[in-house]
């Protein structure tokens, strides 16, 4: 049976690794709606392609950063908040 302590240490880092993962994607979205087209010329070969064909609309990318947030630090503090209680709390209910 593992001990509490070692149970808070682990959901922890891994709303740590949720918070973390979810910084880095939120910035890759943001690079890629600010990159948008990426295209490639060699006029050498007369070669030209796309990398990148990657296009948000403003009203699509604020509620897409809004809303996803607000859900990420609403799972945070639920998760805190059942993990780390109250210390007043704990002790009325073992007396």
Do not use: C
């Not at 859900?71 to 007043?88: H, Q, T």
């Amino acid at each position: 049976m593992t001990r509490p302590n070692t149970l808070r240490q682990k959901y922890a880092k891994n709303i740590y690794r949720l918070t973390y993962i979810w910084l880095i994607f939120i910035g890759i979205v943001v690079l890629l709606t600010g990159i948008g087209d990426l295209h490639i010329v060699i006029e050498k070969w007369s070669l030209e392609f796309s990398l990148i064909d990657f296009e948000l609309s403003d009203n699509v990318l604020i509620a897409f950063i809004t809303t996803t947030t607000i859900n990420v630090i609403g799972i945070i503090y639920i998760v805190a908040r059942w993990l780390f209680p109250n210390g007043i709390e704990v002790f009325k209910e073992k007396d």
